[in-house]
């Protein structure tokens, strides 16, 4: 089993060694218009993703970066093991879209139920996934968090090219020429479908100030029923703190630095007046009134 779990930090080792030649410049490239890392995506993978053939009890997780997607993938395999007793350990980068090609042949052996993370939108999903009926939670988290913590992870991974100042990120992140694209673009996207059967939506934040309940949500989305005590004892294992000491065995190096601060409210160490007030018009023209804006809590999680 330690052997198996190095794999993954093997995995994420080679991608950290592959990122240091690279200037931001040249970190990414587009497929079917949206940007993404050559660090860890290709045209090719893109390809043969369109042919996953997706199980009915995949519990398919969408995020946009930097939304929490490790947290709630331990979540997930939290849940399936306290209440199957099943264990599987993930050797592949946990994103379906990151990888070689041939990942997905290696996925055909996972048994189920397989968790397949993914910060793609809803159009670019693998079309099996709706043909099959496989169930999507999609996790959302403030769009000022968001930018602040993609902002700290490219700066304080020394292996990935960091930018010269949080102005010129900002720049970058507002108009969508970051990893994965516009955060905007995919919470529109996402907003479409998020009453879509099947599909559920859930927020870093209000992980944050239930976890237990969060938890509970998701599992009888999923179809699982755990008792109160294995909720809490999964709710105690996905605290911030438990997480982030486990980090370093879990993903290496870069496991403290992508379990960073966990915390809400952190963009006001980073954002201008006018910063804030610019993504508060961005969010506004995109999302006001949608059913998004009101899950998000935005007036309470992204004003000063
Ligand atoms: N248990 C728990 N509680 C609270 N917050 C948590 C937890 N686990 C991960 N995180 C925070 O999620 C942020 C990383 O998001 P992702 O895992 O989606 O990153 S990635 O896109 O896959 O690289 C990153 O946010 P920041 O701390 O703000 O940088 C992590 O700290």
Not at 102 to 112: L, V
Not at 170 to 188: C, I, Q, R, T
Not at 233 to 243: C, E, H, L
Request: aromatic share 14%; hydrophobic share 35%; glycine share 4%.
């Amino acid at each position: 089993m330690a052997k198996q779990q190095n794999k993954l930090t093997d995995e994420i080792e080679k991608v950290l060694e592959k990122s240091k030649g690279f200037s931001l410049k040249d970190l990414l490239f587009f497929y079917q218009g949206t940007p993404y890392p050559v660090t860890v995506c290709s045209a090719e993978t893109f390809q043969a993703l369109e042919n996953l053939e997706a199980r009915r009890d995949d519990m398919v997780l969408v995020s946009y970066p930097k939304c929490g997607a490790n947290w709630l993938i331990q979540l997930l395999n939290d849940l399936i093991f306290t209440t199957s007793q099943t264990k599987h350990i993930n050797t592949e980068l946990p994103f379906i879209e990151c990888g070689d090609p041939e990942k997905y042949q290696r996925m055909k052996q996972f048994p189920s139920p397989r968790i397949l993370a993914t910060h793609l939108h809803y159009d670019n999903l693998p079309k099996s996934i709706f043909k099959n009926k496989a169930k999507i939670l999609v996790l959302f988290r403030n769009p000022k968090d968001t930018a602040a913590s993609f902002f700290h992870f490219y700066n304080n991974v020394t292996e990935v090219p960091s930018y010269n100042s949080w102005d010129e990120f900002f720049s970058e992140f507002m108009s969508g020429k970051v990893s994965w694209g516009s955060y905007f673009d995919h919470a529109v996207t996402w907003n479409k479908h998020i009453e879509d059967e099947n599909v559920m939506i859930i927020t870093y934040e209000d992980l944050k100030e239930n976890l237990a309940s969060g938890v509970k949500q998701i599992a009888e989305f999923f179809g699982f029923s755990p008792t109160a005590e294995q909720i809490q004892f999964i709710a105690d294992r996905g605290s911030f703190q438990a997480m982030r000491e486990k980090s370093q065995e879990i993903y290496g190096s870069v496991g403290p630095i992508l379990f960073r601060k966990g915390a809400v409210g952190d963009w006001k160490n980073l954002f201008t007046e006018a910063q804030s007030q610019e993504m508060d018009a961005k969010f506004k023209e995109c999302l006001g009134g949608t059913k998004l804006e009101a899950n998000l809590k935005y007036d309470v999680h992204c004003k000063a």
